[in-house]
């Protein structure tokens, strides 16, 4: 678009107003782009359903992923930088611990501002849909696991894992092959290792009781093949480097052979994968390659194993006594020429894996918004309908001014840096509508006088007090785990 004609144009146009549902990187990546680059004075809201902000950054990274939350320095400075009664040309604000659908309605977002826009993540969990998943006691969803370990406020004391019997945890199952398998492995079998844990904010909740775990086994459980493999090399390789604490990895010689794949059929990274493995694999002192030696393993040898395994479909979750799991039994699959996948269900293929704990890691599910039918506004299956970001209604329509961006847009998929190119190009169609559309709203806000909510400068508060305890234990920050620390320390001025 051309921005330097709008430019001179920005000074005849009301401030127009933007409303963003959600603070995690795609909200705030869309938030950064219209305050860096609309021409258009605006007044951008983030409104987030939590007190705090930066979603998945915050409870969805890896703590022992640091250098992956770096993006939350550019939100902080971008929120600073327009929160500033200085900066007249756009305005800023964060309004936390407010839930769009229910203490304020998406209904009223879309009547009071020029422009709407989704980016709530995918807040639901895809399912195996077989039977003992509802209900089993050590089953748990990766984003369940997850918002666990990372302190999320709606699972950090949740009694499914708190009066869990973390002492009897030695195999463990997990459905799926992401890197959200991969970081969910590692916490499992690692959680012993203080030098890995200990300065991270892991919630000390959770480390305390998965270090009760005796884990032995973790096995990664893939439908398909490992061409098909979800994960990528860095977080592979992360695994693979466990070695030097007497963790080894293993793939069947079934599902992986150098010789089985062809270099000049794959890319590079494929290519890189499958040296990786083959080095891997061989005994320390058989390797060729000084990059696959670097550490060698403990001279008490190893203790504990992790496996990717492939072409097999879970079929049902088996309980104890107990109403605990006990183990889950699967099938093999084929995988035909036309890449298409068949479980065989007869009795020769059909296996019983033995396993104290299953976490099924199949992907976040996006869900659908409580007002969506009544509004008429399109769902896919698990994402918002739209066309490139523009959100559709149920009959395909162009839903005035509302936008998606972000995992809601697209599904669970794709990492900061791809969420953040999608939040900019979100941010582009917006700017191009907002210079042709008349101004709604001219700088209504919205009556915040009944509702209990937080600002950034709670959240700012909050940062320092949770640093700051951080510090004494020496991690980067010590989060507070329940809403009501959260909200008395927001309130405690
Ligand atoms: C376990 C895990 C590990 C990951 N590790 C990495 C990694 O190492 N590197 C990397 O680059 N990427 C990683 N990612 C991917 C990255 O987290 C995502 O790309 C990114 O967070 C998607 O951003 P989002 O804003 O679309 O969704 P989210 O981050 O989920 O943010 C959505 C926000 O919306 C809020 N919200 C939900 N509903 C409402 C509502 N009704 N009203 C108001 N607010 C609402 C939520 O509380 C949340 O804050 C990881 C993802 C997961 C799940």
Redesign the pocket.
């Known amino acids: 678009m051309n921005f330097a004609r709008i430019r001179h144009l920005s000074s005849q146009i009301n401030r127009k107003t933007v409303s963003i ?9 869309t938030a950064y782009h219209l305050l860096k680059k609309s021409p258009i004075p605006l007044n951008v809201t983030i ?4 007190p705090i ?10 703590p022992d ?1 640091p250098e ?1 939350k770096n993006c939350e320095e550019t939100f902080t400075t971008c929120a600073e930088e327009f929160s500033l009664p200085t900066n007249k040309k756009h305005k800023f604000s964060f309004v936390g611990g ?5 203490e304020i309605l998406l209904k009223t977002l879309l009547d009071e501002q020029d422009a709407v826009v989704l ?5 639901g969990d895809r399912k195996l849909n077989i039977p003992g998943e509802q209900g089993t006691k050590g089953v748990f969803s ?2 369940e696991f ?1 918002n666990w370990y990372n302190g999320h406020p709606d699972f950090a004391q949740d009694e499914r894992f708190t009066d869990f019997n973390w002492g009897k945890v030695s195999k463990v199952g997990i459905i799926g092959n992401g ?2 398998a991969l ?2 492995t590692r916490v499992l079998i690692s959680s012993q290792i203080d030098e890995i844990w200990k300065a991270t904010d892991i919630s000390p909740l959770a480390l305390k009781l998965v270090r009760k775990a005796p884990v032995k086994d973790v096995r990664l459980i893939a439908r398909r093949d490992f061409v098909h493999s979800r994960f990528t090399n860095k ?1 592979l390789r992360e695994l693979w480097e466990l070695e030097k604490f007497g963790i080894r990895g293993s793939i069947g010689s079934k599902f992986f052979q150098k010789e089985m794949f062809d270099p000049s059929k794959y890319d590079r990274a494929f290519n890189r994968r499958v040296e990786m493995c083959s080095e891997y694999l061989k005994p320390f002192d058989e390797r060729s390659k000084k990059n696959y030696k670097k550490t060698p393993p403990p001279s008490t040898g190893y203790e504990k194993f992790w496996e990717l395994d492939y072409l097999k479909t879970p079929l049902e979750i088996n309980r104890d006594g107990a109403g605990a799991i006990k183990s889950l039994t699967l099938c093999n699959n084929q995988i035909h020429e036309d890449n298409s996948l068949q479980p065989l269900k007869n009795s020769s293929n059909i296996l019983i894996y033995d396993m104290d704990l299953l976490i099924t890691s199949l992907g ?1 599910a996006g869900i659908p ?1 409580p007002e969506f039918s009544n509004l008429s506004i399109g769902f896919d299956r698990d994402h918002v309908a739209n066309k490139q970001g523009r959100v559709l209604t149920t009959d395909g329509e162009v839903f005035p001014h509302l936008y998606a ?5 697209k599904g ?1 998929q ?6 953040m190119q999608d ?1 900019f190009e979100v941010g582009d169609r917006i700017m191009q509508d907002l210079t042709v559309s008349g101004a709604l709203s001219s700088e209504k806000s919205i009556d915040l006088s009944n509702i209990r909510h937080s600002t950034w400068e709670d959240w700012e508060r909050i940062n320092k007090k949770e640093v700051l305890r951080g510090r004494k234990e020496h991690k980067p920050r010590s989060k507070f785990l329940t809403l009501e620390e959260l909200w008395s320390n927001i309130e405690d001025v």
Do not use: Q
């Open positions: 549902v959600g603070s995690g990187p795609s909200g705030f990546y409104w987030e359903k939590l902000p930066f979603g998945l950054s915050r409870y969805g990274v890896a992923h992956v407010v839930t769009i659908g229910k980016s709530y993540g995918c807040t990766s984003r997850v890197n959200v970081d969910i977080e976040y918004l961006s972000g995992w809601i847009r669970s794709g990492v900061i840096a791809s969420t939040a």
